[in-house]
């Protein structure tokens, strides 16, 4: 397995621009969310789903689009960057019914937004 | 709210000592778990220890063990024999009972002098 695998791992945008950070996981996991990580502020969640077709805002969800087709895929849009949103994202996903379980995270990919 | 706090931003201990990173934590629910994660150079979030909130008895994982103290709402994390290894950013998280979302620390810094 691959676990959680994101990409790019590195990308520098311009003010205005879009892009989206790809997120995949081959376990199977219903749930899946995305982090933003910023220094001296931990990580805090952007998005999140619990299933295909289902997705819900977290706590920083503005200037974030996410929509989540199939199971194994989880992407996060930037629809027009802005240098607020220069930090390392991470995806992470569990299974859905067992607050218990492991989240398992991706390598992060690290945004500058010039 | 939840919230989960790290009172120490940066932590140094000599190889072969011990060490203890704070964690406190607010919430208003009784079923809950608590988490540390540690965060190396490579950024790769990796999990090192999880409480649930109701067993009494604290969680051990090798050198790694926590002292959790449900009435203060704190829980701490204590190394033993520190490895050079062992030097990354730590963060503590939280997650209520039936959620998926995890509320993170700041995190601490800990290095490990030779």
């Known amino acids: 397995n691959a676990g959680v695998t994101q990409t790019p791992k590195f990308q520098v945008l311009k003010t205005g621009q879009s892009m989206t950070l790809q997120c995949a996981q081959d376990m199977n996991h219903e749930y899946m969310s995305w982090y933003r990580q910023d220094p001296g502020m931990g990580l805090r969640l952007i998005h999140y789903?619990?299933?295909?077709?289902?997705?819900d805002q977290g706590e920083v969800p503005n200037g974030y689009n996410v929509s989540r087709s199939t199971t194994e895929d989880f992407p996060l849009r930037l629809l027009s960057a802005a240098p607020s949103q220069t930090s390392v994202y991470f995806c992470?996903?569990?299974?859905?019914?067992?607050?218990?379980?492991?989240?398992?995270f991706g390598p992060g990919t690290r945004l500058t937004v010039l | 709210a939840q919230t989960v706090t790290q009172s120490q931003p940066e932590m140094s201990v000599q190889e072969a000592e011990t060490v203890t990173l704070s964690c406190t934590y607010d919430?208003?629910?009784?079923?809950?778990?608590l988490f540390w994660y540690k965060q190396p150079p490579s950024r790769q979030m990796i999990l090192v220890i999880r409480q649930e909130a109701y067993k009494q008895q604290n969680a051990t994982e090798n050198r790694f063990s926590v002292n959790f103290q449900k009435a203060a709402k704190s829980f701490s994390l204590k190394i033993s024999d520190s490895q050079l290894g062992d030097a990354a950013m730590y963060f503590c998280?939280?997650?209520?009972?039936?959620?998926?979302?995890?509320?993170f620390g700041q995190g601490t810094r800990l290095t490990i002098n030779p």
């Open positions: 992470a996903s569990s299974q859905r019914w067992s607050s218990y379980n492991e989240q398992f």
């Open positions: 919430t208003s629910e009784s079923d809950y778990y």
């Open positions: 789903s619990v299933g295909a077709g289902i997705t």
């Open positions: 998280a939280y997650r209520f009972q039936g959620a998926q979302k995890l509320v």
